[in-house]
């Protein structure tokens, strides 16, 4: 079982579109992290997370501890955001992530 | 502020064959982390590094080792390869390894093949 599942797998939508990616946790987290994976394999650090709601442009990341869920939210989302979107989490016993396994979105014009 | 430098960028060795691969972290961080990603596991976490010693290890084979050094580069070992070694080595560093809620930065990545 992993410690962090993650949906869609893929995900497909029209340029202008509201994108939703979610992420749920069955371990004691510190944070929770939402990297952005583009081909070639570099990854940027979008999100982190221990409470709350955080926003950065037309990206929005919230998390419910009680519920171990995270969301990742696109806002009028258009074909650069296109790439692999990763949730991660950092366990309360060390600082190694545990990885979602990502979710593929492709924006169409 | 240099980046996460990691090399070499491509690798093709052949199995039986050991490699080692190397990551600078950004400068004045102390933590070192690498991670594997292949298509069908995913990312997976190998082992963290932080004030040269290991600090934490993944569920990985002995055949993959790693150390830092006092300026804080890191280098992971892998010996007598598999077919199955063959994948994107990550490594991400941050400023204070004793803190997890730090950010980590990753370098591009150095693709291995094992031929």
Known sequence: KNEVEQSPQNLTAQEG???????SYSVG????????????????????????????????????????????HITASHPRDSAVYICAATPNTGNQF?????????VIP | KAGVTQTPRYLIKTRGQQVTLSCSPIS????VSWYQQT?????????????ETQRNKGNFPGRFSGRQFSN???????????LGDSALYLCASSWAGGEAKNIQYFGAGTRLSVL
Request: hydrophobic share 35%; with cysteine; aromatic share 10%.
């Open chain 1, 17 to 23: 579109e509201f994108i939703t990616i979610n992420c």
């Open chain 1, 29 to 72: 987290i510190s944070a929770l992290h939402w990297l952005q994976q583009h081909p070639g394999g570099g990854i940027v650090s979008l999100f982190m997370l221990s409470s709350g709601k955080k926003k950065h442009g037309r990206l929005i990341a919230t998390i419910n501890i009680q519920e171990k869920h995270s969301s990742l």
């Open chain 1, 98 to 106: 545990y990885f979602g396994t990502g979710t593929s979105l492709t």
């Open chain 2, 28 to 31: 004045g961080h102390r933590s």
């Open chain 2, 39 to 51: 298509p069908g596991q995913g990312l997976q976490f190998l082992f963290e590094y932080f004030s």
């Open chain 2, 72 to 82: 804080s580069r890191s280098e992971m070992n892998v010996s007598t390869l598999e």
